[in-house]
């Protein structure tokens, strides 16, 4: 992913914003804008859930710090596993920018569901976006496209 040509800046966006199905339930959230990315920036989609759960899986939140779904089932080292991976690709690309969709206990970055599986938002990041913030990467939401095509 060096190649010293490129121009375009990497933009880290999650899968699902991109029209593959890789949520929960097996479908997509898919924007629109996606060609005008395209010719901004180099994509690296990213879906730490797919990757770790596959799909279509249980819904998963966070609660008191842990991953979990509403069997209790515990996902915590697995996804946190999976998102160190993402850092260190950011960190070895200097990747300054995310598009990230919200709400998600991952990807979200400015809400998140509470916990309790009870449709509740509350204020707060999801465990990629917490890391991604460490490394000062701008994050975008799916409302903020234009915001980011404008930088
Ligand atoms: Fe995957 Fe993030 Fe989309 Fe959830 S929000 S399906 S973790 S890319």
Redesign the pocket.
């Known amino acids: 992913m060096n190649d010293k040509k490129l121009l375009k800046p990497y933009l880290l966006v ?3 914003l991109l029209g593959n199905n ?2 929960y339930d097996g479908k997509n959230c898919k924007i629109d804008y996606i060609n005008l990315l395209e010719n901004n920036f180099t994509i690296i989609p ?5 990757d770790v759960l596959g799909c279509p899986r249980n819904p998963i939140e966070i609660n008191d710090n842990e991953v979990i779904d509403q069997n209790n089932n515990n996902y915590t080292i697995l996804i946190k596993k999976k998102i160190a991976s993402i850092i260190n690709l950011c960190k070895e690309n200097d990747i300054k920018y995310a598009l990230l ?1 919200e709400k ?1 206990p ?2 979200g970055s400015h809400f998140i569901y509470d916990g309790t599986f009870s449709h509740k938002l509350i204020k707060g990041s999801g465990l990629l976006v917490k890391e991604l913030k460490k490394l000062h990467i701008q994050i975008f939401n799916e409302d903020e496209v234009l915001k980011l095509l404008n930088i």
């Open positions: 999650s899968s699902c890789v949520r990213i879906c730490p859930e797919f969709k998600s991952t990807c």
